[in-house]
Every structure is written in structure tokens, then in C-alpha cells.
């Protein structure tokens, strides 16, 4: 049994390697009035990729919006993923207000005057979270490939160090 745990959990890392987000990066600035463009690559061909934001009343991570990957492969230095992209509208969701509020109890769905920050996840479904990165990644991943390495070794050795959660921020 701690065989079977083991390579379990041995997958979904190798999973969550490969399969990332590659905008919006960490700490990127957005207005949630306005669609935010997601996107990445999968693991696999035509998979569901969903994107989920907390919510600080609920202390649930709810699904915002969905891709579905495509089925031409990306070659990224040795590597085949395959890119999704999607656009998700904050506002259009029930409780959106609850992603941007206040950390305090009681004010969770109070959106703060100045900024507002709201955390989000995106998997594949079925998977674990997929990877996520600083502005500036390409620069990281770019070194890699220099130094000879494939996308899954170079995403690992780049990612955010809040990876999986992606924090966008919205100044109010």
C-alpha cells in the first residue's frame, strides 16, 4: 500500500511539472472588471483545464472558468506539451466581490480601498495544481534550455516559489 501512495504521488509531481500556467504570471496587476487572458500548457491533448479562485467567506476554491488543451503538440526543448487559453470575467461571477475582499473576519467579501488581491489555482482536472511563475520566467526558462535542460527540468527549476497559487492584484 505505501508502494501504491508512493507512486502516486511520485505521478502527480512529475504531472504538475509539466503542465503550467504561463499567464498571468505572480503578482501581476489586473482589473477583475475586465477579462483576465489565462493560459498554459497540459500534460495531455484535450484535457480540461480549470481555473479556481478562493473564496475568503466560503474558504473554498471556486471553479472561475475552463480550457480545454489543444491537440497539436508544443515542442518545448524535448518536450511535448500542449497550450490552453481562456479568458475569465471576475466580476460575471456569484460572490465575486469574495475573491478580491478583506483578509479580516468579517469583511471577506468587502473589496479594501487602495488594492485588493485575489489567489487563484489552476489544474488539471482530475490532476494536482499546475506549476506557476514570476514575471520575467522566460528569461529563467530560456537559461535553462541554454544549459541544455528540457521544459519539464527548466519549469520545475523556474517556478514561483508560491507555486501553485497565482495572487493577482487590482489596485480599487
Known amino acids: ?17 509539466i503542465a503550467c500556467v504561463t499567464g498571468p504570471t505572480n503578482n ?42 489543444e491537440n497539436a503538440p508544443a515542442n518545448l526543448n524535448g518536450d511535448t506539451l500542449y497550450f ?26 468587502l473589496i479594501p480601498p487602495g488594492s485588493a488581491n485575489a489567489q487563484v489555482k489552476v489544474r488539471q482536472v482530475g490532476l494536482i495544481e499546475l506549476t506557476t511563475f514570476e514575471s520575467g520566467f522566460f528569461s529563467c526558462i530560456s537559461q535553462k534550455f541554454g544549459e541544455g535542460k528540457g521544459g519539464i527540468v527548466a519549469g520545475y527549476e523556474c517556478r514561483s516559489s508560491l507555486s501553485p497559487i497565482l495572487n493577482l492584484k487590482w489596485l480599487t
Open 1 to 17: 500500500m505505501k508502494t501504491i501512495r508512493i507512486l502516486v504521488l511520485i505521478f502527480g509531481l512529475s504531472v504538475a511539472l
Open 84 to 109: 490552453w487559453h481562456t479568458d475569465v470575467l471576475f466580476t460575471s461571477q456569484p460572490q465575486w466581490q469574495c475573491f478580491w475582499g478583506s483578509d479580516k473576519p468579517g469583511f471577506e467579501c
Open 28 to 69: 501581476k496587476w489586473v482589473t477583475p472588471h475586465s477579462p483576465i487572458h489565462f493560459s498554459g500548457y497540459a500534460s495531455q491533448p484535450g484535457v480540461m483545464v480549470e481555473i479556481r479562485a478562493y473564496n475568503k467567506l466560503s474558504h473554498d476554491w471556486v471553479p472561475v472558468g475552463s480550457a480545454i488543451s
